[in-house]
């Protein structure tokens, strides 16, 4: 059997609470409780889950910007939380995010082409003006936009740009946490058109992160349901939504008209 692009083994994440009184021990928060899964290349898996149910404290354990409590994290086999700095930098060109506000990942002062090259610059990679050019068609833009500033482009437009930004590495895995929210609803189709495009051209195995169940179900293969850090279901989406082991699954489900 081959290893699994992703693999996720009890991850546990816990944060210490403001403390109430002085001699009272810290409260403590299980932002993400015992979750397990795995993602094979080239498939989607969709996170869904009200706010504060730890969709994005899943993100940053997967994207190995923290590590967990618990349980480990594997990218093809390899636990990241193990790797030495250099190790880790070099792991990083496989998996990108593309996070809500694409303001926190172009910087205001610089051109759209010197953020969207910053991944590469990581590493050193050779033609980093012909794959910033590369990136920028991809995802529908021209390359002379390279040149240009953030504030010259569109909200939808910028997100095309760190979509650009997390691809030009040539990623396996993208995780999109809440990447369309902030959209107009006629701009987030768009975006999320691309999406998929891009997943099914580059072979891209993603996790797509939505409070949006309906958007979920559409586009995901596999889909994950939290709720207050636990995980509730997972599983194909088609048998999720035929046979939700769970009342609250049943409650989205009924919401979201599907
Ligand atoms: P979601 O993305 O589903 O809205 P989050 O992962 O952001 O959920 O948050 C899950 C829970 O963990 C929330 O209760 C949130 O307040 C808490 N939390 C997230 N990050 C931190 C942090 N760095 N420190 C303390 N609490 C946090
Ligand atoms: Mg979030």
């Known amino acids: 059997m081959s290893v699994p692009l992703l693999e996720l083994r009890g991850v546990t994440r816990r944060y210490k ?31 869904v889950g009200e706010s504060g149910s730890g969709k ?33 930098r070099r792991a990083r060109q496989r998996f990108q995010m593309v996070f809500q506000d694409p303001f ?25 003006g012909r794959r910033v050019s590369e990136a920028l068609d991809q995802v529908g833009l021209r390359a002379a936009d ?7 482009f569109s909200g939808g437009q910028r997100q095309r740009i760190a979509i650009a930004r997390a691809i030009v590495t040539r990623p396996e895995l993208l995780v999109a946490d809440e990447a369309v929210s902030a959209l107009d609803v006629s701009v987030q189709a768009q975006i999320l058109n ?10 891209l195995a993603m996790v797509f992160i939505s409070h949006d169940l309906a ?33 609250y699954t ?5 919401a979201s008209d599907i």
């Not at 390279?146 to 010259?152: C, I, N, V």
């Not at 958007?215 to 048998?239: K, N, P, Y």
């Not at 049943?250 to 009924?254: G, K, Q």
Request: hydrophobic letters at 45%.
């Open 17 to 47: 609470m403001p403390r109430a009184a002085l001699l009272r021990a810290p409260a403590v928060l299980t932002a993400v409780n015992d979750i397990s899964l795995t993602l094979v290349r080239g498939q989607t898996l969709g996170v």
């Open 56 to 88: 994005s404290t899943l993100a940053r354990m997967i994207m190995a910007f923290e590590a967990p409590d618990e349980g480990t994290v594997l990218f093809e086999g390899t636990d990241l939380n193990r790797l030495g700095a250099a190790a880790l």
């Open 104 to 128: 926190g990942s172009l910087d205001p002062r610089r051109t759209v082409g010197w953020s969207i090259a910053e991944p590469l610059r990581v590493t050193r990679a050779p033609d980093i």
């Open 146 to 152: 390279a040149e240009k500033y953030p504030h010259e």
């Open 194 to 203: 691309l999406l998929m495009d891009l997943q099914e051209e580059l072979g």
């Open 215 to 247: 958007v979920v179900a559409c586009i995901c293969d596999q889909m994950l349901v939290m709720r207050h850090g636990d995980s509730l279901e997972f599983g194909e989406t088609e048998e999720v939504v035929a046979n939700p082991r769970h009342e």
């Open 250 to 254: 049943r409650t989205l489900l009924t």
